[in-house]
């Protein structure tokens, strides 16, 4: 018998555990007649073997834990829940017969509203085993036994672990395409997995990093991971980016976004369980779902890009819930694994030093045009997004949080307005920030450096893809279409494209679209405040700013204005591209300013230096 090798000092520490044991209770003679605790001493060891904040002394715990491995096959063999599931058994699980069957049976049917209300003491032992299991691999005898190859393979660094804490399921997770891996071993792996995500109790590390987080912010959210995870995210969303005090600890950061991946890569080849890795996103996307087709992708992730990339199709309730995800990984790339995946190659080339901020710097203007094409697709998505909602561009809301205060009252307490958290406010901060650096050339409007630099980025992106300007692009659509060949359209990413089209159009009269021509003037005047902003007259002119205007400090139209000064005065340093290029501009201008009263600087012929 188990207690065969223990002395009246194991004895000694069952009573100090409030587990009742009577001085013999271990041995087969029983003289007095006493009635025999043993089952319930065991289920109380159990208990007590795995409480680490008050434990058992290491020879005794580490012999429960083999006991309790040994017994964990068959569900009669532990105390706990063999008396309170027999019912249970025979309702649910009378066909489950071979080892390792019987608690898989109860664990799938535990949650279940009907079982927890027929069986509730049954459904508590199989929660409190199953957590069990979480924190010791080893419990799980039948995964451990199929799945020994991939653990060998690539999981070797806690094999000699007393109690691994869930490292070698996460291990077993990350490596579920591996070589080794055997359709048993899914099998097994995908099971506890969808525990995983029915409850976030049996996620180990995740439970223990953000258990403190978890009661303080999100009591609401029940048992439900993917609650857990979104709630979660829109504290540290919140913190970060609205600059609210709440924040969530740094461990528990850490096991969050190990959470959100894991969630991410779901794939299940029953795609009924597919709606387990967020049933309220998938309950309220279904109609969506089913219409788009969405419903056919592989893995959870592919379910969500395909849904994202259709947004505007999507209805309400399904468009909230997308927003939410979008807003946890336009905060923390590391979060968007399809980004992290078809950009492997090139963050490694491009952005090595990179990690939360990582499509900083894959949509630089520089970058982004040498990307291989599937990193580059993902990342103009991930642009088009983030053009619709300032809260999806953080490095433009964080360097321009003063000025929005200051300049865009009514903006900034709508974005920080928990009505709207879930809704994409387009245009709202942008547009204002927008106005005020237009106004900037004749106005006394100050705007921070890195908010300039900021906003730059903004316009200077949908000079390669007007799709980044929606505004522009929603009043331009029908001209873009009647007015730019299908060649220049394509050439999304190239200087020579769409809005070097309307710029065309627009000098020449040809767009009667008074709302799109209204954008386009505007879009003039602001390339007008920095040459940069400016793609095709600054390449056309680089060689005659080095010359003529090298002591110029850009912005607030300094550089042009330099220009123009030169080319009145017939400077014969001058080159005739930029000559050309800008008595081109130059028209243009006149126009804006003429049919669309957009402001010019005071004058061309300012002085221009510091």
């Known amino acids: 018998m188990l ?39 065991l289920a109380c060891l159990y208990r007590n073997a795995y409480d680490e904040e008050h434990p058992m002394s290491t020879k005794c715990t580490s012999e429960v834990h083999r006991v309790l491995r040994n017994r964990a096959v068959r569900v009669n063999l532990i105390p706990d829940v063999e008396m309170n599931c027999r019912e249970a058994l025979s309702e649910y699980c009378s066909h489950n017969v071979q080892p390792q069957e019987e608690m898989d049976c109860l664990q799938t049917h535990m949650h279940k509203e009907d079982f927890i209300r027929r069986h509730p003491t049954c459904q508590a032992a199989i929660v409190k085993f199953t957590q069990f299991e979480a924190k010791d691999t080893k419990l799980n005898r039948a995964l451990t036994r199929a799945c020994r190859p991939v653990i060998q393979a690539h999981c070797t660094q806690f094999l000699n672990e007393e109690i691994d804490h869930g490292d070698v399921m996460q291990c077993l997770l990350e490596n579920k395409e591996a070589d080794e891996m055997t359709n048993k071993c899914r099998t097994y792996v995908n099971h506890f997995e969808l525990l995983t995500m029915r409850d976030y109790h049996f996620s180990y590390r995740f439970q223990q990093a953000c258990d403190v987080d978890i009661r303080k912010h999100c009591a609401s959210s029940g048992n439900d991971k993917a609650e857990i995870i979104r709630c979660l995210s829109s504290v540290a969303f919140e913190h970060r980016l609205l600059g609210t005090p709440e924040d969530l600890q740094k461990e528990c950061r850490k096991q969050l976004r190990v959470a959100y991946l894991q969630q991410e890569q779901v794939d299940f ?49 399904c468009k909230a819930m997308i927003f939410e995800r979008e807003k946890i990984e336009a905060v923390d790339n590391e979060m968007d694994d399809e980004l992290q995946r078809n950009c492997k190659a090139d963050i490694g080339k491009y952005c090595a030093g990179y990690k939360e901020n990582v499509l900083e710097c894959l949509s630089n203007t520089k970058i982004v045009r040498l990307l291989q094409r599937p990193c580059q697709k993902i990342v103009s998505e991930r642009m088009r997004e983030a053009a619709k909602d300032i809260r999806l561009r953080p490095g433009l809301l964080i360097a321009c949080q003063e000025e929005t205060k200051q300049h ?69 659509k029908g001209t873009i279409e009647k007015h730019c060949t299908q060649a220049v359209i ?121």
């Not at 409030?18 to 025999?36: I, L, R, Y």
């Not at 300007?469 to 929603?474: G, R």
């Not at 060689?543 to 003529?548: E, G, K, P, T």
Request: glycine share 4%.
């Open 3 to 41: 207690m065969g090798k223990w002395t009246m000092l194991t004895w000694k520490v069952l009573m100090t555990k409030g587990c009742s044991a009577t001085p013999n209770w271990h041995e087969t003679k029983n003289p007095s007649n006493q009635v025999d605790p043993g089952p319930a001493i």
């Open 408 to 476: 865009c009252p009514g903006d900034y307490a709508k974005i920080k307005n928990p009505k709207y958290a879930r809704q994409m406010l387009e245009g709202v901060v942008v547009n204002c920030l927008r106005e005020k650096f237009r106004r900037s050339l004749n106005e006394k409007i100050r705007l921070g450096e890195q908010c300039q630099a900021e906003i730059s980025k903004v316009i200077l992106e949908s000079e390669f893809d007007v799709k980044l300007d929606p505004q522009l692009f929603d009043a331009c």
């Open 269 to 317: 080849d029953d795609k009924e369980h597919m709606a387990d890795a967020d049933p309220q996103l998938m309950k309220k996307c279904g109609n969506d779902l089913r219409r788009l087709q969405c419903d056919q992708a592989k893995t959870f992730e592919d379910t969500i890009e395909c849904l994202r990339v259709r947004f505007e199709q999507l209805e309400p309730d």
């Open 490 to 610: 394509e050439r999304t990413g190239t200087y020579e494209n769409v809005l070097e089209c309307l710029k065309a159009d627009f000098y020449s009269g040809q767009i009667n679209d008074k709302e799109c021509s209204n954008q386009i003037a505007l879009r003039t005047q602001e390339a007008m405040v920095d040459v940069h902003l400016d793609p095709i007259l600054y390449q056309s002119c680089g060689i005659d700013i080095q010359r003529v205007c090298s002591g110029v400090q850009p912005g607030h139209s300094r550089v042009i204005a330099c220009l123009m000064d030169a080319l009145e005065a017939r400077n014969p340093m001058m080159t005739q591209p930029c000559i050309a290029k800008l008595n081109d501009r130059n028209k243009l201008w006149k126009k804006a300013h003429d049919d669309y009263n957009v402001g010019l600087p005071n004058s061309f012929n300012e002085p221009h230096t510091n």
